[in-house]
Nanobody, 127 residues
Framework: QVQLVESGGGLVQAGGSLRLSCAAS????????MAWFRQAPGKEREFVAT???????????ASADSVKGRFTISRDNAKNTLYLQMNSLKPEDTAVYYC?????????????????WGQGTQVTVSS
């Protein structure tokens, strides 16, 4: 059974940076599609970024328009860990951020495409 544990959330001022981590256990996820989603109070869970395995050590990444140029998704297969580097944070980035994984080689931007989820980590950006 795959388990995902997020960390790295916190309170930061607008314009600041945070790096989220998602440590996986129970299975090696190097061939899995992995993603970050976020959910603000009263809103639906929203796609942030994803990365999928193509071949060998080649991965493809995709991100939401709202975070392009500010957020970067990456993975360290040796540590079985997914990251989200968030720069130039804005108050509208405030949400609970979730890590997700799916045994697929596709780019998936919807929550129902993922089988495994972490418990979430809170990110709060003050103005």
């Amino acid at each position: 059974q795959v388990q995902l544990v997020e960390s790295g959330g916190g309170l930061v001022q607008a314009g600041g940076s945070l790096r989220l981590s998602c440590a996986a256990s129970g299975h090696t996820l190097s061939n899995y599609a992995m993603a970050w989603f976020r959910q603000a109070p009263g809103k639906e869970r929203e796609f942030v970024a994803t990365t999928r395995w193509i071949a060998s050590n080649t991965y493809e990444a995709a991100s939401a328009d709202s975070v392009k140029g500010r957020f970067t998704i990456s993975r360290d297969n040796a540590k079985n860990t997914l990251y989200l580097q968030m720069n130039s944070l804005k108050p509208e980035d405030t949400a609970v951020y979730y890590c997700a994984a799916s045994n697929t080689r596709q780019i998936i931007r919807t929550p129902n495409g993922y089988d495994y989820w972490g418990q979430g980590t809170q990110v709060t950006v003050s103005s």
